[in-house]
């Protein structure tokens, strides 16, 4: 199996801040790496597709980049609505895996 | 909009089989072109791929749970399935259905269904 790490596992940032999250794979997985975010009590929403690809509905403030191995999610200018988890994911191969998760607390 | 909803029982005794539907709507699955997943997430932690059915009926499984788990399709009722057999208390999470989008990500998801294994 394709292992995830993201890292940090969790972090607290303000509103307005700038956040990044990393995701690095153990093999690579050229473009197929995917976030989402999730609330408490809430299903994952998917926020960026393909590394880089904006899901449509999605706030420009939300991208990614990345390819291979290593990649970023990253926020700008942080609203109090995207606090919670945020995951991501390789479709290159299946089992497709998951990052462990980080958890995003608002300041 | 495709929206997919989650039903089954809310309990399942050690030992019995986990049986769930997701019914599909705003979208055929006969139609064609997209992978119908389960995924689940055991309380507090993170998100685990069970598997996926394509509207053909071709499926694969995760590894981990592949001697126990299968995932059927009925398009005349536009609905899949997922069974997982032997449950312990180990698979009690809440179970997602999910349909994909561009590159395979998972861009519609059921609300999830808690599962819990408990005599």
Same mark, same amino acid.
Not at chain 1, 2 to 15: C, D, E, G, N, Y
Not at chain 2, 71 to 78: E, L, R, Y
């Given at each position: 199996?394709?292992?995830?790490?993201?890292?940090? /596992?969790? =972090?607290?940032?303000?509103?307005?801040?700038?956040?990044? @999250?990393?995701?690095?794979?153990?093999?690579?997985?050229? /473009?197929?790496?995917?976030?989402?975010?999730?609330?408490?009590?809430?299903?994952?929403?998917?926020? @960026?597709?393909?590394?880089? /690809?904006?899901?449509?509905?999605?706030? /420009?403030? &939300?991208?990614?980049?990345?390819?291979?191995?290593? &990649?970023? =999610?990253? @926020?700008?200018? =942080?609203?109090? %609505?995207? &606090?919670g988890?945020?995951?991501?994911?390789?479709? &290159?191969?299946?089992?497709?895996?998951?990052?462990?998760?980080?958890?995003? %607390? @608002?300041? | #909009? $495709?929206?997919?909803?989650?039903?089954?029982?809310?309990?399942?005794?050690?030992? #019995? +089989?986990l049986?769930l !539907? *997701? +019914?599909?709507?705003?979208?055929?699955?006969?139609?064609?072109?997209?992978y119908?997943?389960?995924?689940?997430?055991?309380?507090?932690?993170?998100?685990?791929?069970?598997?996926?059915?394509?509207?053909?009926?071709?499926?694969s499984?995760?590894?981990?749970?592949?001697?126990?788990?299968?995932?059927?399709?009925? +398009?005349?009722?536009?609905?899949?399935?997922?069974?997982?057999?032997?449950?312990? !208390?180990?698979?009690?999470? $809440?179970?997602? *259905?999910?349909?994909?989008? #561009?590159?395979?990500?998972?861009?519609?998801?059921? #609300?999830?269904?808690?599962? +819990? $294994?408990?005599?």
């Amino acid at each position: 199996d394709i292992q995830m790490t993201q890292s940090p /596992s969790s =972090l607290s940032a303000s509103v307005g801040d700038r956040v990044t @999250i990393t995701c690095r794979a153990s093999q690579s997985i050229h /473009s197929f790496l995917h976030w989402y975010h999730q609330k408490p009590g809430k299903a994952p929403n998917l926020l @960026i597709y393909s590394a880089s /690809s904006l899901q449509s509905g999605v706030p /420009s403030r &939300f991208s990614g980049s990345g390819s291979g191995t290593d &990649f970023t =999610l990253t @926020i700008t200018s =942080l609203q109090p %609505e995207d &606090f919670g988890t945020y995951y991501c994911q390789q479709s &290159f191969t299946t089992p497709y895996t998951f990052g462990q998760g980080t958890k995003l %607390e @608002i300041k | #909009q $495709v929206q997919l909803q989650e039903s089954g029982p809310g309990l399942v005794k050690p030992s #019995q +089989t986990l049986s769930l !539907t *997701c +019914t599909v709507s705003g979208g055929s699955i006969s139609s064609g072109g997209y992978y119908w997943n389960w995924i689940r997430q055991h309380p507090g932690k993170g998100l685990e791929w069970i598997g996926y059915v394509f509207h053909t009926g071709s499926t694969s499984y995760n590894p981990s749970l592949k001697s126990r788990v299968s995932i059927s399709v009925d +398009t005349s009722k536009n609905q899949f399935s997922l069974r997982l057999t032997s449950v312990t !208390t180990a698979d009690t999470a $809440v179970y997602y *259905c999910a349909r994909d989008v #561009q590159w395979l990500a998972l861009g519609h998801w059921g #609300q999830g269904t808690l599962v +819990t $294994v408990s005599s």
